[in-house]
C-alpha cells in the first residue's frame, strides 16, 4: 500500500516562513500528480498547489507566496510558504495520483497555525 508522509508544519508569526515535505512510500516519478490541499477547522480542504504531469500550478490566495517543489534525489515534494498569513492556518495534506490510476492518495496532514 502506498503512503504519503507530511512533515515541517509547526507555528509560526505572520510574516514568517514554513517549509512542508512530502515523502511517498514509492518513486516520486510513478505520481502524475502530486500537490497540497488544506483544510482550515471547521471548514472544507481545499487545493493549494500541485504537479501534474510536471507543470506546476497555484491556487490564486497563494500565487507569490508558495512555492512548490520535487527533490527527486530526497523522493520528496516541498511547499516552501513564505509571508505566511493567519488565514493560511490550517492542516495541510500532501495528496498524490499515480499513473495508470484515478485513485488519490492522502497523508494524513501536518498543522500549519500562523499567528497574528
Known amino acids: 500500500q502506498v503512503h504519503l508522509v507530511e512533515s515541517g508544519g509547526d507555528l509560526v508569526q505572520a510574516g514568517g516562513s514554513l517549509r512542508l515535505s512530502c515523502a511517498p512510500s514509492?518513486?516520486?516519478?510513478?505520481?502524475?500528480?502530486i500537490g497540497w490541499s488544506r483544510q482550515p477547522l471547521g471548514k472544507q480542504r481545499e487545493w493549494v498547489a500541485s504537479i501534474k504531469l510536471g507543470s506546476t500550478n497555484y491556487t490564486d490566495s497563494v500565487k507569490g507566496r508558495f512555492t512548490i517543489s520535487r527533490d527527486n534525489a530526497k523522493n520528496t515534494v516541498c511547499l516552501q510558504m513564505n509571508s505566511l498569513q493567519p488565514e493560511d492556518t490550517a492542516l495541510y495534506y500532501c495528496?498524490?495520483?499515480?499513473?495508470?490510476?484515478?485513485?488519490?492518495?492522502w497523508g494524513r496532514g501536518t498543522q500549519v497555525t500562523v499567528s497574528s
Open positions: 514509492v518513486n516520486i516519478f510513478l505520481f502524475k500528480n
Open positions: 495528496y498524490g495520483i499515480r499513473y495508470g490510476s484515478d485513485n488519490v492518495i
